[in-house]
């Protein structure tokens, strides 16, 4: 059974940091794109961030480059999000998800077939 497992949420204050981590068993996902969402109250899932099944590309949301980072260790089939200089607006749930495809980058939620339960992320003003 495929599961992804999210991790490292939490409450931080704004300029803050957190790394986000995603492990998933069941089998071996170094073929296949991960990448994250998030869902803010009261608003869509939207895309983060992608990484390709060998971690050679990388694609971000415009807002997020240079703040958010994202990596995998293919060894340990697990996907990071480092985040830094965290804002109020990037409250949200955050879920991380594999695709069947490696890249061009999927960039929507219907490209990703496996998805994690979400982690919670709080950043306070």
């Known amino acids: 059974q495929v599961q992804l497992v999210e991790s490292g949420g939490g409450l931080v204050q704004a300029g803050g940091s957190l790394r986000l981590s995603c492990a998933a068993s069941g089998r071996s996902f170094s073929g296949g794109a991960m990448g994250w969402f998030r869902q803010a109250p009261g608003k869509e899932r939207e895309f983060v961030a992608a990484i390709s099944g060998s971690g050679g590309s990388t694609a971000y949301v415009d807002s997020m480059k240079g703040r958010f980072t994202i990596s995998r260790d293919n060894a340990k089939n697990t996907v990071y999000l480092q985040m830094n200089s965290l804002k109020p607006e990037d409250t949200a749930v955050y879920f991380c998800?594999?695709?069947?495809?490696?890249?061009?980058?999927?960039?929507?939620?219907?490209?990703?077939?496996?998805w994690g339960q979400g982690t919670q992320v709080t950043v306070s003003s």
């Open positions: 998800a594999v695709a069947p495809r490696s890249w061009p980058a999927p960039l929507r939620e219907t490209e990703y077939a496996w």
